[in-house]
């Protein structure tokens, strides 16, 4: 039986305000009017119109919460962007966007990587860089209406100045017993850094992520080196292949992207 | 009359002319090989793999690996087009054609599911993989097409969005009525063709 669904139509949002997260990534506060809502873990497609007409699309990962309403007649829709910089549309989005300025969406997109409070868990979410951002749509939305869903989180990021979210984070594991953050800082540490400074292996997901027995679900999200490691990796430790998600996140897609 | 949208201070980077005309509309090139995929990579061994055509046939095929590498083998070149916006161009494929794979057949079916390892699966029109449309491939730029690009072997039907050239694959059922596939039942599009932009259900 076919579903039908509305046909997704290009509309105009207004940025309401930025947000510098990490040196290379800002959030994007946009306000949609008539947004029918979205599932953590979708997407937004973001068109952009030269004066002559020229065009470009991408397709970034929304990064709040299903539900945020704004004060005028839509809702809040936040999206986070890292800068690439020989991108063509993100460095855009990133320097020249300021609030007031419009740009064209549609979506919300994606059907698969999706999580909502009602599939319980407990969650594992292992997250690469800018991988952390549809992950970070469903530890708010967790969150925001109070689940008891216990959720690890397994962050893989090059430097402590580059977790985006990190404060935000730190305050929800110090708030909740059932949530969990690890980090691991691949490339350099802060002095006196006391946690993981490689990259996922299998000892780190033993000794951090939820036995098999536990039936957790996983997403991971980042780039595709990370992504098929620990994929398999989670296979190997005895996880339902049918419970493990994925998505591909960086520049391209991840290929050509160097691996946090 | 609306004031066509217009993004303060976009100039945007334009492909050479040339490339830019392989390009459907929303998408830009890429030089890499971006992978996607929505679960782990599954890894079937050779002398179990075997690719089947089963469902509104006379008589259900089966090979086994090596008597699918003892078809006629064709390597083609082509560009290809993911739903996420990336298009490559000049893709080098080898594997068998779709149209050999089905020669002699008797069938009424109108379509036809691929169906792969890792339970992923695409339809399309029985039309859209005959005529030389579409391919079984096992390499890729002349090496064996790697895990986490499909392989062993995966469909290519590359005038449709690339999400239609399943990874993985392990066979294609024939179905008199069209039967949505993984992405299909998810909000994308059922056909995809790329030069009609057609990405999402409804486009």
Known sequence: ?260 | MSIPFVSRGFTGRRQRSEEAQRLPPGQYLVRGFPVLSAGPTPRTPLERWDFSIVGAVDQPRRWTWQEFQQLPQETITKDIHCVTKWSKLDTMWTGVSLDTLLQGMTTSAKYVLAFCDGDYTTNLPLDDVTGGKAWIVHAYAGAPLAPEHGGPARLLAPHLYFWKSAKWVRGLRLLAEDEPGFWESLGYHNYGDPWKEQRYAGD
């Not at chain 1, 873990?41 to 699309?57: F, S």
């Not at chain 1, 698969?112 to 409070?117: A, D, Q």
């Not at chain 1, 996922?200 to 490691?229: H, K, N, Y």
């Open chain 1, 1 to 260: 039986m076919a579903i039908i669904r509305p046909r997704l139509v290009w509309q105009r949002a207004s940025v309401l305000r930025l947000i510098q997260e990490t040196p290379q990534v800002k959030s994007l506060v946009l306000e949609v009017p008539g947004w029918e809502g979205h599932r953590a873990g979708q997407h937004l497609d973001v068109r952009l119109t030269a004066e002559d007409g020229y065009q470009a699309e991408r397709s970034y990962s929304i990064a709040s919460a299903p539900g945020a309403l704004s004060s005028g007649a839509g809702a809040e829709v936040t999206l986070t962007v890292e800068r690439l910089d020989d991108g063509e549309v993100s460095p855009y989005l990133t320097d020249v966007l300021r609030p007031g300025d419009e740009v064209e969406v549609r979506g919300p997109i994606g059907g698969w990587f999706t999580w909502r409070p009602e599939e319980g868990g407990p969650l594992l979410l292992v997250a690469g860089g800018s991988g952390i951002v549809p992950l970070m749509a469903m530890i708010r939305q967790r969150a925001a209406v109070g689940s008891p869903v216990p959720v690890c989180l397994l962050y893989s990021c090059r430097g402590y100045e580059e977790i985006i979210y990190r404060q935000e984070l730190d305050r929800l594991a110090a708030a909740d017993a059932d949530v969990g953050v690890v980090y691991t800082l691949t490339r350099s540490q802060p002095v006196g850094w006391q946690g993981y400074e490689r990259r996922i292996d299998q000892a780190m997901l033993e000794a951090v992520a939820w036995a098999p027995e536990e039936r957790p679900l996983a997403f991971v999200c980042g780039p595709t080196p990370l992504v098929e490691s620990v994929a398999t990796l989670c296979v190997a430790l005895g996880y339902t292949p049918e419970r493990i998600k994925t998505e591909r996140f960086g520049p391209t897609g991840g290929a050509t992207s160097t691996t946090p």
